[in-house]
């Protein structure tokens, strides 16, 4: 294990950062107890000249708990339910999925 591996599983163990998360494929099954960093800064977008700010949304999991992240996607945090959006994408050393992801009602 590398340095850097050792320090996001550091990083994904600390309950000051990480949570506990139910994760599902395709949102259906029984789910699997995974740790996840729940992020949800403002989005900013531009249209027409102006600028509108909307809340956001994003998961970080570690690729060893979940080997495959697609949308659709559920993690379950407390009672919220994440549904993840679009192509989640891989950090550089392929050790963590951050993917953008939607409240699902």
Known sequence: MTAFASAVSAI???PNISV????????AGEGISV???????D?????????????????DVRMSEVPAL????????????LEV????RRDGERLVWMAEARYAV
């Open 12 to 14: 994904f163990r600390d």
């Open 20 to 27: 506990a998360a139910i994760y599902k494929q395709g949102g």
């Open 35 to 41: 740790r996840v960093i729940k992020r949800a800064p």
């Open 43 to 59: 989005a900013e977008s531009q249209f027409n000249g102006g600028r509108f700010v909307s809340a956001a949304a994003y998961v």
């Open 70 to 81: 697609a949308s659709g996607d559920t993690f379950t945090i407390g009672s919220e339910i």
């Open 85 to 88: 959006l679009g192509e989640p």
